[in-house]
């Protein structure tokens, strides 16, 4: 049986860390009002000098070195971000430059906090089909350019961090699905309705004349906004779903999966998915502490920060669901 699965995973996130109490220092905020609403307890940003494909590129050679495999294998390169580094071409391009595969096709996913599930979901699809045999996926944020600094942004800007993430996917011959490394399913959703309730409207050709002007920067417009309690609200219906649509597809019981590898907006977004699954703590690996929510660098980063806490180890079944802006929600299950 023809299918996907993972084969390395690798991370890098930028050296310069921000506390709570750092953030403090630039909005009215608290290191107390982070922590207990959030989990978050610190976040690395970028210098000035770096872009999301500086990080994207730092995470996708970790991922190939252990792999194990020489880049020219590669056949498509995939990079999720809401961040990219110009408006135009996608990031992806810029990474596939970097890495020096010219002609491979290079794909920009722009699903947000769901966006690396998707681009999973893509790659898997590739594979399935026998049209590619290597794919690396990389999901990189530099969120913090993104944020007003200000006391006016501190309901969003103290949630965020940078960082990237990156896996290789290959084909694999599966003889025993319950022993052998391979992706299950991949489950993907949106509901455009909601897409004002967490979004960054400009620069964007909804606004009259010019995508954005000096005018609009200085009302800062273009800085991302959000609902945070309607967000809040879906996530925790919404994830739950897709993983219910994995476990049901694949006849597979909640204790059955070995780890849970969410997405990281929230911890208490996490705690209450957990506790409506009766999902033990062991079973739940969170980073957000470490790294606030790095978006669609979240998931690969969540996976090699695992795999080197000696929490994600081969043959292990782990489900991994996100949601975010659009509104979009996904969930993966896979064997490592
Ligand atoms: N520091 C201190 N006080 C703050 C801060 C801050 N950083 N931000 C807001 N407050 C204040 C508010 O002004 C409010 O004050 P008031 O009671 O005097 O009006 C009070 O704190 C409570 O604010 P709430 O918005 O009610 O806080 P809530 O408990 O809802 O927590 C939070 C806010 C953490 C944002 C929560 O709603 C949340 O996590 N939502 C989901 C976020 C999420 O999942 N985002 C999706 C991913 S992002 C993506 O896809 C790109």
Redesign the pocket.
Known sequence: MLRSKILASGMYVPPNVYTNNDIAKM????DE??RQ??GIEQRHWVDETTATSDLALKASEVALKNAGIDKKEIDMVILAT?SPDAEFPGTACFLQARLGLPGVPALDVRQ??SGFLYAMSIADQFIRTGTYKKILIAGAEVQSKGLDRTPKG??VS??FGDGAGAIIMGATDVTDAKKDSHVLSTHIHADGTYADE?WAPLPGTKNPKYRITAEDVQAGKHWPK?N??T??VN?VKRMPEALMAAFELNKVKIEDVDLFLFHQ??L??NDMIAKQFNIPDHKVFNTIQKFA?T?AATIPIGMDEAVRAGKLKKGMLVASAA???GFTWASALYRW
């Not at 909005?27 to 608290?30: G, V």
């Open positions: 909005m009215d905020t608290s009002w982070i609403r959030t809401l947000q906090c501190r309901e103290v949630l967490l959000m945070g309690k967000v809040f996530a907006a929230n208490r977004i929510n978006t949601f975010g802006s």
